[in-house]
């Protein structure tokens, strides 16, 4: 019985420290553009059932609740919580922040689409705009090299004004994308997420419009990371750690008692 029981609370130092990384990596992350934390979700582990509900004890009663006990507890999955970030502003230009739902899709080297809430953008050597790390927004869109100003509009549309002329000059349009489930992406660092088929297929639409936010030109989303939160969800589940502990070190006093006295 003790042997079981320090499994049990195995799992508990398991799943604590499952949970104190996602804690650490949320806080790794509170400066990060764009970020949205993470949250662990745990579930028990099948119980053991010695006597079910509804067993005789005696000939005319029945049990009331059953008999059963659990093995433990396991993380189920982690998903991360899209709410909104703070905008912060900047100044730049070629800054831009969502305010809503929706996010950039980014052409990844692999070929995949990528999505971000990160809109620190930049221009490569043919002044296409892209992310920090030099990946090409979708849809592409390049910028004029003798551009006096750039200028994103709420619902997405790309102008520049040029020398000489009178009225800047439409180059592009940015869209977002929206999911029917966005807590099913996958992460996959920098930023990113891709598509799953938890998450459904990208719904892509120009900002303002089925739903999604609309762009705010030199401001950033800086990320959702509530540090107090996080402080203190890291010192409950350090006192968790503690007391499963604990429960280890109890089971092994009580099985070397009776190994000294049987």
């Known amino acids: 019985m003790s042997s079981n029981a320090m499994h ?36 028990s582990l099948l119980y053991q059932v010695w006597r079910p509900a509804g067993s005789q004890t005696s000939e005319a009663t029945e049990q009331a609740s059953p008999t059963a006990v659990g093995t433990g507890v396991r993380m189920v999955n982690t998903e991360k919580l899209y709410t909104q970030g703070s905008l912060a502003s900047t100044g730049n230009a070629l800054d831009v922040a969502i305010d809503g739902k929706g996010f950039f899709q980014v052409l990844m080297p692999d070929g995949r689409i990528g999505y971000t809430r990160n809109g620190a953008f930049s221009q490569n050597s043919e002044g296409v705009l892209t992310t920090a790390s ?14 006096l100003s750039v200028t994103v509009s709420a619902d997405g549309i790309v102008s520049v004004t ?99 006295k049987l």
């Open 134 to 147: 030099g990946y090409v927004i979708q849809p592409e869109i390049q910028l004029p090299a003798d551009a």
């Open 8 to 43: 049990v609370a195995k799992t508990g130092l398991n799943a604590q420290q499952a949970r104190i990384q996602v804690i650490s990596n949320n806080l790794a992350n509170v400066n990060t553009t764009g970020f949205k934390r993470d949250r662990a979700n745990f579930e």
């Open 162 to 260: 040029q020398p000489g002329a009178v009225e800047p000059q439409e180059v592009g349009q940015l869209t977002l994308a929206n999911f029917v489930n966005p807590r099913g992406l996958d992460p996959i660092g920098e930023t990113f997420v891709v598509e799953t088929n938890a998450s459904g297929a990208p719904i892509v639409a120009a900002p303002l419009a089925d739903g999604a936010g609309k762009l705010v030109q030199g401001f950033l989303e800086t990320s959702n990371v509530n540090v107090v939160q996080e402080l203190v969800d890291m010192i409950e589940a350090q006192r968790a750690y503690e007391v499963n502990s604990r429960a280890i070190s109890a089971s092994d006093e009580m099985m070397r008692y009776l190994s000294n």
